[in-house]
């Protein structure tokens, strides 16, 4: 049984986000906007994701 990927993506920026939004983003292995990065589907990757979820975007690979 494979692994689900997801590619999340960073719409907006972290400029007026709160220290855990940006650490949050910093973790996800993120920084810019348009800058992508693929995970492992998980609980702690979609916990991640619902605590930034308005400075993402996420598709499954």
Do not use: F, W
Not at 12 to 34: F, Y
Not at 46 to 52: A, C, E, F, L, P
């Amino acid at each position: 049984m494979s692994e689900k990927i997801l590619k999340i993506t960073q719409v907006r920026s972290v400029i007026g986000c709160t220290k855990k939004q940006k650490a949050t983003i910093q973790a996800l292995g993120l920084g810019r906007p348009n800058y992508s990065v693929d995970r492992q589907d998980n609980p702690c990757t979609r916990g991640q994701i619902k605590v930034v979820q308005h400075l993402v975007t996420v598709e499954e690979v």
